[in-house]
């Protein structure tokens, strides 16, 4: 039974549309991520939210919205999407508190056209 | 600014062998490090952590060193196994863990040779 599960794992789409990434966990943390890893295969944190709290946000553009109906979701939409928007996403968890253990999706690979 | 980084990008080692894969830091406020090992179209995978306050954690094959006063950690995995090749990605946590950011290194690709 998958821990951290993200669909699609591929998302094919032409500039300009919107798109949503899903991701779920059921190792009952009360955190969840969402990373980019860009063409140079650098991960860089995106957003956090805990307990449906946003706490990071950075410095991503307003075309990236997170969504978090509750402490095991956390959702991305994209809104138009632009060339450099093609990366792998991450989504992962944790717990807030303790070690910093962060637990990974398998990946949603973006491709925008 | 990368505040992480992997200088080699890729390392080659015989099965059997030891390897090992290392990381410098600038930020003297990280207190919290782990090491990722991750496969082809998957997630990254924890491997193992370290805390500020230790100069080594060792889980199996796998040890971890941190020196603080030169800001640099590595990660020695002995022996090498065919399946331990993987990009093998150096995380750092910044001290007080308010936004539990974990900041990565560009990875290390290691290729155990069997």
């Known amino acids: 039974d998958t821990a951290v599960s993200q669909t699609p794992k591929y998302l094919v789409t032409q500039m300009g549309n919107d798109k949503s990434i899903k991701c779920e966990q059921n190792l009952g943390h009360d955190t969840m991520y969402w990373y980019k890893q860009d063409s140079k295969k650098f991960l860089k944190i995106m957003f956090s939210?805990?307990?449906?709290?946003?706490?990071i946000n950075e410095t991503v553009p307003n075309r990236f919205s997170p969504k978090s109906p509750d402490k095991a979701h956390l959702n991305l939409h994209i809104n138009s999407l632009e060339l450099g928007d093609s990366a792998v996403y991450f989504c992962?968890?944790?717990?807030?508190?303790?070690?910093?253990?962060?637990?990974f999706g398998a990946g949603t690979r973006l491709s925008v056209l | 600014d990368q505040q992480v980084k992997q200088n080699s990008p890729s390392l080659s080692v015989q099965e059997g062998r030891i390897s090992i894969l290392n990381c410098d830091y600038t930020?003297?406020?990280?207190?919290?490090f782990l090491w990722y090992k991750k496969y082809p179209a998957e997630g990254p995978t924890f491997l193992i952590s370290i805390s500020s306050i230790k100069d080594k954690n060792e889980d199996g094959r796998f040890t971890v060193f941190l020196n603080k006063s030169a800001k640099h950690l590595s990660l020695h995995i002995v022996p090498s196994q065919p399946g331990d090749s993987a990009v093998y990605f150096c995380?750092?946590?910044?001290?007080?863990?308010?936004?539990?950011?974990?900041?990565f290194g560009t990875g290390t690709l290691l290729a155990v040779q069997p």
């Open positions: 992962a968890s944790s717990h807030r508190q303790g070690k910093n253990i962060q637990y």
């Open positions: 930020n003297s406020m990280f207190d919290y």
């Open positions: 939210y805990n307990n449906k709290e946003l706490i």
């Open positions: 995380a750092a946590s910044p001290y007080g863990g308010a936004t539990n950011k974990l900041i």
